[in-house]
């Protein structure tokens, strides 16, 4: 199968359609050439691309240059125009039909030219999609896309076309200057070793890990298994016969049956048991620490009395913003007076809100807004009163109906200064303000009687610029101010006196939602007889001291309980224990003795040593059992081991052949090429045992490298033999092509008569592709395959590039 035509749009410097490259399936050498810069590597890059989906020295360049994945671009590379559609598309003609390989970008719809990761050049063949057409019908399937492509040869084209196809201008002498284990990597899709052997050296190695897995911590392998188990029945079984000796020198007589936890499933406490040294070891220091609680009954019934109080005696921590959770008593010494008198507190709260409303409308004149209804239920104004006055104000209604609109404003002036001559008398009885001073224009004045004239003397003033009904109005509102208002201003003033502050309220609100725990700490409290404070304090000193007094009577009233024991006791978690065998039960408590208990340890000893013997003979069987396996495991894992031996040997010598192939052509080659041998030394290919490294010589004695003492011409001659050897010994049947890039840059003209030679009489079955941009280079060529009868197609990329973009 070979290369029949390749169709370019904007992509790189083909801005439009070019398909010029066409029928050429039939030529042996198609010959690319002109100037630099007009499209001859983008023709390789173009086939590559298509063939493999990347073109490898982008992937280079970017790790050169330091590019991150995920840095972000304006534009994206290759890509002439990103508005519009660019395609690569190459066909290929075989014995077998036609097949196309399209490799197609499609303009994004959303807003181009922004800064983007999208653009960044690592992710540019992705924005690509692939298209396969065989014999004009597309498949569309992925699965039979993938199989199409793996029936033709063109699957996983990567490295094969890297090594073997084709050498590209920055390529000559990247693969010799390669360090000797990478050369290996870059070589290992000549090494893959064929299928079956791949999956029985898989399997092997498998199968052995299955065994013996020894770096890992939770899959360790049947042996390793096998291994820890013979070492834990050993120790078991060693365990069990100390058991057995100890039981049989102790010779303790038979002991009768009693169960101790009738209404629970204790495993120690069941009739018939059989117990392990483990569950042995565990049921003897169960009952022992029982033992211990029974023998010290009185100190464990303290400790249980004292432990609710030990657990919320905390220091004194005097937070402002204290929460319960933070230190419960501190919390319920400090809040519990507040929530005791909830009730109260929020009564007289919205009462006292009411007066100050009430006071509000009497100094501000607002009589209207009062709420006679409040003044009634608290008897500050008899029935009568309220009765005449609601009368009089009736009248003002009807009088205020008939004002002027300057009388309007006057009185409206009026009662603004005589609010604020009310809020003044205020300030000055509290001593925040001079009587002396006008609070209205701020003069000072030498008498306060002076001061009060000058304002009356204003006040009249403004009276007479009113009409008879705002007069007449002024006199009905003074005469109820003098007889009931002043009077009332007076008791609300004697009632606000005692207020609960609007903190003091707040509070209360926050802290009564943890009303009910604060009742259990005072219900507590009482088993003790102590009381928490009536009156709440906001003084923290007070506060501090009176909880230091309460501890210390909390303290004083607790149970004896003495320190040795009560450190065992926790040690020991008797409060745990007392809830799992006692159920909290004070009388079960008391009940079960330790007479009892010791009992049960010698039958739980009884029945250890009876169920001792039938599982030391178990374990025996079992280890029996165990070594038995072991043997046989290990007799199949030395086998496998020498098996695999093999198959990695066979592998090496499979390598070794590959490279016994390539070698002898390299050396005729790089002789032909040079024209000559190096220094009168040939070109030798060195590996070690494992084949793990590949390095080029030129003696066997001395081993160093040919970069050594090779010119770069001569390399970039040893660069083109490897290629040569590689294509001519594992170019694929169905894709024999060979594509060179500008070769004259880097050899001379002896070395260019000698790979003429070569291409001409090795690879006359190869579709050649090469550029130049020496003319003489081009005519030689010409010249020496029309010799030999070889069809040779030229392109003249300048030219065809400059029609192209008219």
């Not at 075989?94 to 097949?99: D, L, P, T």
Request: charged share 30%; with cysteine; proline share 2%.
């Amino acid at each position: 199968m070979k290369i029949k035509s390749l169709e370019i749009c904007n992509f790189k410097l083909f801005d439009k359609n070019f398909n010029e490259i066409s029928n050429i399936s039939e030529v042996d050498l198609i010959l690319l050439n002109g100037p630099n810069g007009y499209g001859k590597t983008t023709i390789f890059d173009a086939i590559e691309f298509a063939l493999t989906g990347e073109i490898k020295r982008i992937y280079q360049y970017s790790d050169e240059l330091g590019v991150k994945k995920n840095d972000a671009y304006n534009k994206k590379i290759l890509i002439a125009d990103e508005t519009k559609e660019a395609y690569i598309k190459l066909c290929l003609e075989g014995n077998k039909g036609e097949i196309e390989i399209q490799r197609i970008y499609n303009p994004e719809k959303e807003k181009l030219n922004k800064v983007s990761k999208e653009n960044n050049p690592y992710n540019i063949f992705k924005k690509f999609e692939m298209k396969l057409i065989v014999d004009g019908q597309e498949i569309k399937e992925t699965e039979e896309v993938n199989r199409t492509l793996q029936e033709y040869h063109l699957n996983d084209m990567g490295d094969f076309f890297d090594k073997c196809c084709f050498l590209s201008q920055d390529e000559h002498l990247g693969f010799l200057k390669k360090a000797n284990t990478d050369k290996v990597a870059a070589l290992k899709f000549l090494f893959d070793i064929p299928s079956e052997q791949k999956d029985e050296e898989d399997r092997v190695d498998k199968l052995m890990k299955s065994l013996k897995n020894e770096n890992r911590t939770k899959n360790l392998g049947y042996i390793t298994k096998l291994e820890n188990q013979k070492t834990k029945l050993n120790s078991e079984i060693e365990s069990l016969n100390k058991h057995i000796k100890e039981a049989t020198t102790n010779n303790e007589p038979k002991i009768s049956y009693q169960r101790l936890f009738p209404e629970k499933t204790v495993y120690w406490d069941m009739e018939s048991m059989t117990l392990d040294g483990e569950k042995y070891d565990e049921a003897i220091a169960e009952i022992e620490k029982l033992i211990y609680f029974s023998e010290n009954q009185e100190a464990c019934l303290n400790f249980l009395y004292n432990k609710p109080f030990k657990d919320i005696i905390e220091p004194f921590r005097g937070n402002e913003n204290i929460i319960y959770t933070d230190n419960p008593l501190e919390y319920t010494y400090r809040y519990y007076p507040l929530v005791k008198d909830e009730e109260k507190l929020e009564t007289t709260y919205f009462e006292q809100q009411k007066y100050n409303i009430l006071k509000e409308n009497i100094n501000k004149r607002e009589l209207q807004k009062i709420n006679w209804n409040f003044i009634s239920s608290k008897k500050l104004l008899d029935e009568g009163a309220i009765n005449k006055i609601k009368v009089k104000l009736e009248q003002v209604s009807q009088l205020e109906k008939t004002q002027s609109i300057v009388s309007k404003v006057v009185t409206s002036i009026t009662k603004t200064r005589t609010t604020l001559m009310n809020l003044v008398n205020d300030a000055v009885q509290q001593s925040i303000i001079d009587d002396k001073t006008c609070p209205l224009c701020g003069a000072s004045y030498s008498e306060k009687y002076v001061l009060d004239q000058k304002i009356k003397a204003e006040t009249d003033i403004l009276q007479a610029l009113c009409d008879n009904s705002s007069k007449e109005i002024n006199v009905i509102i003074d005469s109820l101010y003098k007889e009931y208002f002043d009077a009332l201003l007076k008791d609300i003033e004697n009632k606000l006196k005692d207020t609960i502050s609007e903190g003091i309220f707040n509070k209360l609100q926050e802290v009564k939602k943890n009303k009910s725990h604060m009742y259990n700490i005072k219900d507590l409290l009482l088993k003790l007889s102590i009381n928490l404070p009536e009156k709440y304090t906001e003084d923290i000193i007070e506060i501090d001291k009176g909880y230091n007094d309460l501890i210390q009577i909390i303290t004083k009233k607790l149970r004896t309980v003495p320190q040795e024991i009560e450190i065992q006791l926790n040690v020991k978690d008797f409060i745990h224990e007392y809830e799992k065998y006692y159920d909290k039960n004070e009388e079960s408590f008391i009940k079960l003795t330790s007479e009892m208990l010791r009992t049960k340890i010698n039958y739980v000893k009884s029945s250890f040593f009876n169920s001792s013997i039938k599982l030391l003979n178990e374990k025996k069987n079992e280890l029996e059992k165990t070594l038995n396996r072991l043997e046989e495991l290990n007799r199949i894992y030395t086998e496998l081991s020498n098996y695999q031996d093999a198959i990695k040997k066979g592998i090496k010598e499979y390598k070794r052949k590959i490279i016994q192939d390539i070698e002898p052509l390299l050396y005729v080659y790089t002789a032909k090429i040079l024209q000559q041998k190096f220094n009168g030394k040939s070109i030798y290919i060195k590996t070690d045992d494992d084949m793990e490294n590949i390095q080029f010589i030129n003696s066997v004695d001395d081993k160093q490298d040919i970069l050594y003492n090779m010119s770069s011409g001569q390399l970039a001659a040893v660069s083109l033999s490897f290629l040569l050897c590689m294509n001519q010994v594992y170019s694929k049947q169905d894709l024999p092509i060979l594509l060179i890039d500008d070769p004259i840059q880097t050899i001379d003209d002896v070395n260019m008569v000698g790979l003429v030679d070569i291409l001409r009489h090795e690879f006359d079955d190869r579709q050649i592709f090469i550029s130049t941009h020496e003319q003489k280079f081009e005519w030689y060529l010409a010249y020496k395959y029309k010799m030999t009868g070889r069809e040779i197609k030229p392109f003249n990329m300048k030219n065809l590039l400059l029609l192209n973009d008219k």
